[in-house]
Nanobody
Framework: VQLQASGGGLVQAGGFMRLSCAAS????????MGWYRQAPGKQRELVAA???????NYADSVKGRFTISRDNAENTVYLQTNSLKPEDTAVYYC??????????????????WGQGTQVTVST
């Protein structure tokens, strides 16, 4: 299973951005999906997560500004970011709990990460 993130870039404070992350491969099922971020000199932190059934969880710092959603048919997770602040600047990573089939026919359960997409919020 591979995760491909897109949608990052440069935006002014107060602006918005929509991130997407699509899973591909020999997927049987994608369970929880999430977005993390890592700012320079800081540890990676959870931004938002969503279960397959749509239950969500947000970091306090983004509640009311960010919205996570998903399309199970497309194995894709989205992060709508609004009212962006300079402190939201970071590399954003998506992850997913996946069940997939190996070439040998085995079922593989694993947590996969996307490659990261840079979000920069200017003042």
């Amino acid at each position: 299973v591979q995760l491909q993130a897109s949608g990052g870039g440069l935006v002014q404070a107060g602006g918005f951005m929509r991130l997407s992350c699509a899973a591909s491969g020999s997927i049987i099922r994608i369970d929880a999906m999430g977005w993390y971020r890592q700012a320079p000199g800081k540890q990676r932190e959870l931004v938002a997560a969503i279960t397959r059934n749509g239950n969500t969880n947000y970091a306090d710092s983004v509640k009311g500004r960010f919205t996570i959603s998903r399309d199970n048919a497309e194995n894709t997770v989205y992060l709508q970011t609004n009212s962006l602040k300079p402190e939201d600047t970071a590399v954003y990573y998506c992850n997913a709990e996946s069940l997939s089939s190996s070439p040998g026919g085995e079922i593989v359960a694993e947590i996969k990460w996307g490659q990261g997409t840079q979000v920069t919020v200017s003042t």
